[in-house]
């Protein structure tokens, strides 16, 4: 569960094989909060980004999900590194 000091991005449908989406590239170079663990979703299509981050309420923009607190994310421990 989110909270307590970690929140995550989820990215959809960013990834073409291991193709990063010149969006999705952007989106990650703006994020904030230190970065603790990046990973391919479920879908093998998307990312999720973990990130220490106080709780604040979900937001959404540009299809960039933002949450930090009382969500669930299935997580799949496959690393994605930077590229």
Known sequence: M???????YDL???L???QLAP???EALDQIP???VFVE???SGTGLHVFVEADEAPGTVSNGVERYT???FV???GERLTRQ
């Open 74 to 76: 299935r997580v799949t």
């Open 23 to 25: 969006w999705a590239r």
């Open 12 to 14: 959809d449908h960013c």
């Open 69 to 71: 607190r009382a969500r």
């Open 33 to 35: 909060e230190p970065v």
């Open 16 to 18: 073409d094989g291991n």
């Open 40 to 42: 391919r979703s479920v």
């Open 2 to 8: 989110l909270g307590d000091g970690l929140g995550v």
